[in-house]
C-alpha cells in the first residue's frame, strides 16, 4: 500500500506554468504513476501518466504542454504544466497503481487545487 500527498497548486494567470508534485510513503518503482483531473460539475479525468519503465501518455488537452515525470530515488512523480488555461481549473489528483496486479487497485491523492485566472 502507498500513500500519496500532492503539492504545488495554486493560483496562477493564464499562460504561466505550475509544477506539480506527488510524494508517495514508499517505493514507487513498481507502480505507474498518473495525474487526473476534476473540475466542478464535470468527471474525473486522466491528464497524465507515466509506466515503470518510463512510458508516457497525455490527454489531447495537454499534449504538447505538459510534461509527466518520475523521480523513483525521491519517490516522487512530477507534472509540469505550461501555457496554462482556465479550462485547465480543476483539482489535480495524484494516482498510482500496478499494471500487473489485477483487478486494478489505485491509491489516490487528496488533491491539489489548480486555479488558472487572470
Known amino acids: 500500500q502507498v500513500q500519496l500527498v500532492e503539492s504545488g497548486g495554486g493560483l496562477v494567470q493564464p499562460g504561466g506554468s505550475l509544477r506539480l508534485s506527488c510524494a508517495a510513503s514508499?517505493?514507487?518503482?513498481?507502480?505507474?504513476m498518473g495525474w487526473y483531473r476534476q473540475a466542478p460539475g464535470k468527471q474525473r479525468e486522466l491528464v497524465a501518466a507515466?509506466?515503470?519503465?518510463?512510458?508516457?501518455t497525455y490527454a489531447d488537452s495537454v499534449k504538447g504542454r505538459g510534461t509527466i515525470s518520475r523521480d523513483n530515488a525521491k519517490n516522487t512523480a512530477y507534472l509540469q504544466m505550461n501555457s496554462l488555461k482556465p479550462e485547465d481549473t480543476a483539482v489535480y489528483y495524484c494516482?498510482?497503481?500496478?499494471?500487473?496486479?489485477?483487478?486494478?487497485?489505485?491509491?489516490w491523492g487528496q488533491g491539489t487545487q489548480v486555479t488558472v485566472s487572470s
Open positions: 494516482n498510482a497503481w500496478r499494471v500487473v496486479v489485477r483487478p486494478r487497485r489505485d491509491y
Open positions: 507515466v509506466y515503470t519503465e518510463g512510458t508516457t
Open positions: 514508499g517505493s514507487i518503482s513498481t507502480y505507474a
